[in-house]
């Protein structure tokens, strides 16, 4: 038995989220949450034919509490989305007070739920919900995932289609390590699973590397003020909590790049801070996941120069992104 939540279920990615997760045959509980529009969203789910029962509550009669109780898995994509002109400093204004009432609603109602953050950004909202379980006794680092998966899903598109082979695109695997925004997304080309053709010029490496970085942008820019990725981060969010159910229902061995507490595996993130020359309290790497969660932080590796050059950019930032979240709760709670 595995019942999934849904916060923010009734938004862009919410909708078609919730609809992939309700055709996961591991769910049998579908709990779906949001300040609108969740009744209809559940009633029109609930007539396709897949185990989940699913139920669509609002904020009135503790709408919240009775959506989270009994969750095993909780992801959240509560919150605005970026328009051509917003930047994510503008979004964490908006979102940091909406991801901080949700975190406190499932160290209340859901303290061992795995939970999946997909809300923007994801570099300070996943140190925001981290703060307010700290501060309700509940933290569990193996358990707070931030949600990198478009990343991998981008960078596994444009090296398919850079090979000319577009059908090859579901078994690409290219590891995206970091965070999630602009140059704190890594790709670890040289790692990927369909090496690039060697014929690959340095500007066209770099341009590959630029587009996964902001391949956000491309989306916000083609949707013209309608909001930003959804069906492709629905299809990565329910690809990464089907890979997070499958191991909190025993499977072994599962391992996919995600934004998490380094203090999920004190070892592995050892390793990893020797490989980044700093230590980061939250980074995104591979991670392999098992019944607890987070079972080990994997180091990254055999990684070129220019990678390297990479990551050397990508700190800085990720350390003022997660202290912008950090201090939001402190100060303000
Ligand atoms: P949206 O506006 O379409 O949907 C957001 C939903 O959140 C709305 O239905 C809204 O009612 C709901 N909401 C707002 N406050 C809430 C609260 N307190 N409780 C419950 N629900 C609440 O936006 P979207 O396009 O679905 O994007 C949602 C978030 O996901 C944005 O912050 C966006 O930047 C982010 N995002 C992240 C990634 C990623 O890779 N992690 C990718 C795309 C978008
Ligand atoms: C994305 O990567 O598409 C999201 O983080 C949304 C955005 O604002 O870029």
Not at 133 to 156: E, W
């Amino acid at each position: 038995m595995v019942k999934a939540v849904v916060l923010g279920a009734a938004g862009g990615i919410g909708q078609p989220l919730s609809l992939l997760l309700k055709t996961n045959p591991e769910i049998t509980a579908l709990g779906l949450f949001d300040i609108v529009n969740t009744p209809g969203v559940a009633a029109d789910l609930s007539h396709i034919a897949t185990p989940a029962i699913v139920e669509g509550r609002l904020p009135p009669n503790d709408g919240l509490k009775a959506t989270l109780t009994g969750a095993d898995i909780v992801v959240i994509p509560a919150g605005v989305p970026r328009k051509p002109g917003v930047t994510n400093h503008d979004l964490f204004k908006i979102n940091a007070g909406i991801v901080k009432d949700l975190a406190t609603g499932i160290a209340n109602f859901a303290p061992k739920a795995f939970v999946l953050v997909i809300s923007n950004p994801v570099n300070s909202t996943v140190p925001i919900v981290a703060e307010v379980f700290k501060k309700h006794g509940v933290f569990d680092p193996k358990r707070l995932f931030g949600v990198t998966t478009l990343d991998v899903v981008r960078a596994s598109t444009f090296v398919a289609e850079i090979n000319g082979a577009p059908t090859s695109a579901p078994s690409v695997v290219v590891p995206v390590i970091g965070g999630h925004s602009g140059v704190t997304i890594v790709p670890l080309l040289s790692q990927s699973s369909h090496p690039l053709p060697s014929s690959v010029s340095t500007e066209a490496l770099a341009a590959l590397v630029k587009r996964i970085q902001f391949g956000g942008d491309e989306v916000v820019k083609a949707k013209d003020g309608a909001g930003s990725a959804t069906l492709s981060m629905a299809y990565a969010g329910a690809e990464f909590a089907g890979k997070v159910i499958r191991a909190l229902k025993g499977e072994k061995g599962i391992v996919a790049p995600s934004f998490v507490a380094q203090a999920a595996d004190p070892e592995g993130a050892k390793a990893l801070a020797a490989e980044l020359g700093a230590e980061l309290e939250f980074f995104a790497s591979n991670i392999e996941l098992g019944k607890e969660g987070v079972v080990k932080i994997h180091s990254l590796g055999k990684i070129t120069e220019g990678e390297s050059l990479l990551v050397k950019a990508a700190v800085p930032e990720l350390q003022t992104n997660i202290k912008t979240g950090v201090t939001y709760v402190l100060e303000k709670y």
